[in-house]
């Protein structure tokens, strides 16, 4: 299912013409509010899920396999949701500030799940280079912690697993929380259900 919420632009356009055959689209009017957007979006499937992804549009996979990766956390009962380490687009090589520690370019973490308590809520290793601990990329600086799957708070659902069982008893996303902290509600509630929150 495709919510579209007033696209305009014309290569989006075109290809949500060139894969309505494929898909659903679902049209979204009025103001910009995430948590309808994506009720909306799940009440629009009907049954015979097993899980739901909801994922941002901006959402590129880095690596093959990151999909299946999230489905197998669910083989685990104590599981509720599972989010992924999402990163920013790389580090253009004319930007010399940006180079890390080691002189190399790579991602930067956008989010790695998300800790509350700071702030209100906020990204784990935010803003700090990504180093896959289970590949070749940049060598990790200093004492950070390794990125692998871990429990938090809560994860963003820009990329979020859940099963439509655990969405609908948690209630859904509140529609009173139209832009931010929508997916930190739904990850506290069905924590509050007794499920783990993961960060793949």
């Known amino acids: 299912v495709v919510v579209d919420h007033h696209s305009d632009d014309a290569q989006t356009l075109r290809y949500l013409d060139e894969v309505r055959d494929q898909i659903?689209?679902?049209p979204f009017s009025g103001e910009f509010n995430f948590s309808q957007i994506n009720n909306l979006a799940v009440s629009s499937l009907g049954g015979g899920y097993h899980s739901i992804l909801f994922l941002n549009n901006d959402v590129e996979a880095m690596q093959s396999g990151w999909l299946e990766s999230m489905r197998d956390k669910f083989a685990r009962p104590d599981v509720g949701i599972v989010?992924?380490?999402?990163?920013?687009?790389?580090?253009?090589?004319?930007?010399?500030?940006?180079?890390?520690?080691?002189g190399a370019y790579g991602h930067v973490i956008q989010h790695a799940g998300v800790v509350l308590g700071i702030g209100v809520a906020e990204h784990f290793m935010?803003?700090?280079?990504?180093?896959?601990?289970?590949?070749?990329?940049?060598?990790?600086?200093?004492?950070?912690?390794?990125?692998?799957?871990?429990?938090?708070?809560?994860?963003?659902?820009?990329?979020?697993?859940?099963?439509?069982?655990?969405?609908?008893?948690?209630?859904?996303?509140?529609?009173?929380?139209?832009?931010?902290?929508?997916?930190?509600?739904?990850?506290?509630?069905?924590?509050?259900?007794?499920?783990?929150?993961?960060?793949?």
């Not at 989010?83 to 080691?102: F, K, N, R, V």
């Not at 940049?138 to 938090?152: C, E, I, W």
């Not at 609908?168 to 990850?187: H, I, N, Y």
Request: charged letters at 20%; hydrophobic letters at 40%; a negative charge.
């Open 24 to 26: 659903q689209i679902v």
């Open 126 to 200: 935010k803003n700090e280079y990504f180093h896959d601990a289970y590949g070749a990329s940049v060598p990790r600086a200093g004492n950070l912690p390794t990125l692998v799957t871990r429990g938090f708070s809560a994860v963003t659902a820009a990329c979020l697993m859940t099963t439509p069982e655990i969405f609908e008893a948690s209630g859904g996303l509140d529609e009173q929380l139209k832009v931010a902290f929508g997916d930190v509600d739904l990850c506290l509630r069905v924590s509050n259900l007794g499920y783990k929150v993961l960060c793949d």
């Open 83 to 102: 989010g992924a380490i999402l990163c920013y687009p790389p580090t253009e090589p004319d930007q010399s500030a940006d180079l890390t520690p080691s």
